[in-house]
């Protein structure tokens, strides 16, 4: 399971999330228009552009979810349709019709397919999307620019937005790392922005920000692929020094804000020379990683069940899957091993999970696995604040927060403060059940409470 990634449809069966190969585009009758389908409760409408020689282009709305417009990677090689979305990672697999009138397959995501239809829709408007009132609207009462820097280790160019208070300076200034997996700018997730409402707080308070996109998102070079939290680190090394050339800041009061696996690279960041002069992690990951997994399968489990039984069990399933994938560093020994366990279980869980298994093997859940924050905690000298939600389900807000406390008492850091924010989720939104199915049918973005103690404390950080 990826333990920082957003979910969707499932909970904890649909945590271990599909990596999928790009298949060639071949020509064939053009694609272009509208396909709607029901999965369950659920509406789909698919909006995809199939022009002759160019490139396709695919969103997806789903009403009930409030979501509206999710970009999908759209490949069509031969009959086969197959549209992808990156986050949470989930795919529909499909062939054409005779009649071209259907796209006939499936929505896979996790260790789940549904049977999913796509029919040729006539007329069918788009929908408005979901409301989200916080997202900033120009024009903006502070200075905006679109900028690149440069990775030199990596050698990639990565591309963001960089808010300038609009009064006198110097001001102190923050770099925004957003979660897992690719993500732009704004940490763009089911309609809302979250970086976008922080990124615009912050400004609006005097403090300048350079948000960005990921490693082959948006405008920026390289890709995710083989990636770690490690690399990432790289390239929060590179915004801060970016950030200090900049005329008109405080060379001095440049921090650092991670959100989840964003945190991990912040908390690296802060270890290594030249390194932020504060940070702010936002549901940051402080427990081991073998065991943060454990521990995210378990609270995503007590929202569906309270029996004992089948809490053991589905503890047992995510330690067993771990330890295999830590005892055999070979890919394919480890993917075979995995593959045998899940027959043991149940002989169509194995079918389901074979996909899965790049993912297992990959890199960055290698490293996840292996991540200790304790080591890198200690590293820590510079003010701390570390938030997290009462109802987060992915990082655990009591369990992390007190990790950080001690990794950080290790390092004699006495300038640190956490705190748990009560009924807020993953992403900071007040929440019914911190149910990760409920981030897009909420409005709220960001809770005004969570964005107030932000900006309280850095404030009260970089006073002159």
């Given at each position: 399971m990826h333990t920082l990634t957003r979910f969707f449809l499932g909970t904890a069966a649909a945590a271990l999330l599909s990596i999928t190969s790009v298949h060639a585009q071949t020509a064939r009758p053009s694609l272009t228009g509208d396909w709607a389908g029901t999965l369950g409760p659920l509406e789909f409408t698919a909006h995809l552009t199939d022009p002759a020689g160019g490139p396709r282009t695919a969103t997806l709305?789903?009403?009930?979810?409030?979501?509206?417009?999710?970009?999908?990677?759209?490949?069509?090689?031969?009959?086969?349709?197959?549209?992808?979305?990156?986050?949470?990672?989930?795919?529909?697999?499909?062939?054409?019709?005779?009649?071209?009138?259907?796209?006939?397959?499936?929505?896979?995501?996790?260790?789940?397919?549904?049977?999913?239809?796509?029919?040729?829709?006539?007329?069918?408007?788009?929908?408005?999307?979901?409301?989200?009132?916080?997202?900033?609207?120009?024009?903006?009462?502070?200075?905006?620019?679109?900028?690149?820097?440069?990775?030199?280790?990596?050698?990639?160019?990565?591309?963001?937005?960089?808010?300038?208070?609009?009064?006198?300076?110097?001001?102190?200034?923050?770099?925004?790392?957003?979660?897992?997996?690719?993500?732009?700018?704004?940490?763009?997730?089911?309609?809302?922005?979250?970086?976008?409402?922080?990124?615009?707080?912050?400004?609006?308070?005097?403090?300048?920000?350079l948000r960005f996109d990921d490693r082959g998102v948006g405008q920026s070079g390289g890709t995710l692929a083989g990636t770690t939290s490690a690399d990432y680190t790289t390239d929060a090394q590179a915004a801060l020094a970016w950030l200090r050339a900049q005329p008109g800041i405080r060379k001095n009061q440049v921090g650092v804000i991670g959100h989840s696996q964003g945190g991990t690279a912040a908390i690296g960041a802060a270890g290594q020379p030249a390194g932020p002069d504060f940070l702010v992690l936002l549901a940051a990951p402080a427990l081991p990683g073998d065991e943060l997994i454990v521990q995210q399968s378990l609270a995503l489990a007590r929202l569906q069940t309270s029996d004992a039984a089948q809490l053991a069990t589905t503890e047992k399933l995510q330690r067993t899957m771990t330890q295999i994938v830590q005892q055999n560093p070979d890919n394919a020994q480890a993917r075979t091993r995995l593959l045998a366990y899940y027959n043991g279980i149940n002989p169509q869980l194995a079918?389901?999970?074979?996909?899965?298994?790049?993912?297992?093997?990959?890199?960055?859940?290698?490293?996840?696995?292996?991540?200790?924050?304790?080591?890198?905690?200690?590293?820590?000298?510079?003010?701390?604040?570390?938030?997290?939600?009462?109802?987060?389900?992915?990082?655990?807000?009591?369990?992390?927060?007190?990790?950080?406390?001690?990794?950080?008492?290790?390092?004699?850091?006495?300038?640190?403060?956490?705190?748990?924010?009560?009924?807020?989720?993953?992403?900071?939104?007040?929440?019914?059940?911190?149910?990760?199915?409920?981030?897009?049918?909420?409005?709220?973005?960001?809770?005004?409470?969570?964005?107030?103690?932000?900006?309280?404390?850095?404030?009260?950080?970089?006073r002159k």
């Open positions: 709305d789903i009403p009930a979810q409030h979501a509206q417009g999710l970009v999908l990677q759209f490949t069509a090689p031969a009959d086969s349709v197959y549209l992808r979305l990156r986050q949470p990672a989930a795919q529909f697999a499909g062939r054409r019709s005779a009649d071209g009138q259907r796209l006939e397959g499936e929505w896979q995501q996790g260790l789940r397919s549904f049977p999913l239809t796509l029919s040729r829709a006539a007329g069918t408007a788009k929908p408005t999307g979901p409301k989200r009132p916080q997202t900033p609207q120009p024009p903006f009462p502070y200075q905006s620019a679109e900028v690149t820097f440069k990775n030199e280790k990596a050698g990639i160019t990565l591309a963001g937005t960089y808010t300038l208070p609009a009064d006198k300076g110097p001001f102190p200034a923050v770099v925004l790392l957003t979660g897992s997996g690719p993500e732009d700018r704004n940490e763009t997730i089911l309609g809302h922005q979250p970086f976008a409402v922080l990124a615009d707080y912050l400004t609006r308070h005097g403090i300048a920000v079918a389901q999970a074979e996909p899965q298994l790049a993912m297992l093997t990959s890199p960055d859940y290698r490293h996840l696995l292996a991540d200790r924050p304790a080591q890198t905690l200690a590293k820590v000298k510079c003010p701390v604040l570390a938030l997290g939600g009462g109802k987060d389900q992915q990082v655990p807000a009591i369990a992390n927060l007190a990790a950080t406390t001690a990794g950080l008492k290790t390092a004699g850091n006495r300038d640190v403060t956490t705190k748990e924010l009560p009924g807020l989720n993953h992403l900071f939104q007040t929440a019914p059940t911190g149910n990760p199915a409920e981030y897009g049918t909420i409005e709220e973005t960001f809770a005004p409470s969570a964005l107030a103690v932000i900006g309280d404390w850095i404030g009260l950080h970089t």
